[in-house]
């Protein structure tokens, strides 16, 4: 969603986790009160470094595009009960904080901006919709420059909301880094190994080596990316499906007219087992656990998948959680618009 340019409403939009269940959905916000970080490029173009080319006496060479892989910054990551976080350091104060590839942008907990010791942003305020199309309009508060291991981003003025449910962990969650982060660089996340590496990428010139920077056999995805969010073509019992890479999600969750599609109707998922949770706008709305037959995501085959079933507000079919990045290295390359999988 493009920003409205007003500083008194920034409108947006916004999902939560859910009070005691396996899913989360959560936000998805843009506006002129979101974390104005480091220049945005045009997507798929890159700055060009010239080489100086020594090569007497032949007439000088046109500069060749630059290549660039690079590390900037690495961090521990942590899966707690399918929240997935990393830590963070702001104006010298250790914090964690959620990384959610499915949120246009991030966001901080009322707890945790005092606990930062932020000020409040007189002057901007930000609407925020959860999954169930109802919306309210919440604070906003200064945010100084945020420390990710080795990268140091600038601050800025970020919405403070309620996440209906964070893991209890040292030191403890402050809110939630999104898109407006993330798709500035290629992301790798490694669950199995605990850890995300931040990762320059340009691509000059086709004799370049892609990402990843990985040795061995690994599965490589297309992916649509719109608002700094990564979608990617699935298959659910045989129907074609859009997916959205999702690590805010703490499972893999498919809507509910996603369901209906495939031929899950409300009266099957009746007998299902499942409850109630609730979103960044207290909306309650009904989940269920249904046994599908097959889920395919690249080249990989799920048989007789248990998934979550629930509304989803968003013109995706399924929300690719924390329970499928658990057991995976997964590379994003926002530069490439490609999924690496690591086999």
């Given at each position: ?16 986790p859910s009070h005691g269940d396996p899913i989360r959905r959560r936000s998805v916000l843009t506006g002129a009160g979101t974390l104005p970080l480091i220049p945005r490029l045009p997507r798929h173009t890159f700055p060009v470094v010239a080489w100086l080319l020594l090569a007497a006496p032949a007439p000088a ?273 926002y530069a490439t618009a490609t999924l690496f999988v690591r086999r």
């Amino acid at each position: 969603m493009r920003p409205t340019g007003s500083r008194e409403d920034d409108r947006s939009r916004l999902g939560a986790p859910s009070h005691g269940d396996p899913i989360r959905r959560r936000s998805v916000l843009t506006g002129a009160g979101t974390l104005p970080l480091i220049p945005r490029l045009p997507r798929h173009t890159f700055p060009v470094v010239a080489w100086l080319l020594l090569a007497a006496p032949a007439p000088a060479a046109a500069a060749p595009p630059a290549c660039e892989r690079t590390p900037l910054a690495s961090a521990t990551l942590r899966d707690d009960d399918g929240f997935i976080t990393m830590p963070v350091a702001v104006a010298g104060r250790a914090a964690s904080m959620l990384v959610d590839t499915g949120s246009d942008t991030g966001l901080l907990t009322e707890q945790g901006a005092a606990g930062l010791g932020l000020e409040r942003d007189r002057s901007r305020r930000t609407s925020l919709q959860g999954t169930g199309g109802t919306g309210r309009t919440v604070p906003n508060a200064i945010l100084p420059a945020l420390r990710i291991g080795a990268l140091v981003l600038p601050g800025g003025s970020v919405p403070v909301g309620t996440l209906p449910a964070m893991p209890f962990i040292a030191p403890p969650v402050a809110g939630l880094i999104g898109a407006d982060v993330l798709a500035r660089f290629d992301v790798e996340m490694d669950l199995p190994h605990r850890r995300i590496v931040f990762w320059r990428v340009a691509l000059g010139s086709v004799a370049c080596a892609p990402p990843p920077a990985w040795s061995g056999a690994y599965d490589a995805v297309p992916l649509s990316i719109s608002g700094g969010r990564a979608m990617l073509s699935a298959t659910l019992d045989g129907h074609p499906i859009t997916a959205l890479l999702d690590s805010g999600a703490r499972s893999r969750i498919v809507s509910t007219r996603a369901a209906a599609r495939v031929g899950v109707g409300a009266d099957q998922l009746g007998a299902d087992p499942g409850g109630i949770n609730a979103g960044i706008d207290l909306h309650e709305s009904t989940y269920h656990w249904h046994r599908f037959h097959t889920l395919s995501i690249g080249h990989e085959t799920f048989d007789n998948p248990v998934l979550t079933v629930a509304p989803v507000a968003e013109r995706v079919d399924l929300l690719l959680g924390a329970d499928w990045f658990a057991t995976r290295d997964v590379w994003i390359s926002y530069a490439t618009a490609t999924l690496f999988v690591r086999r």
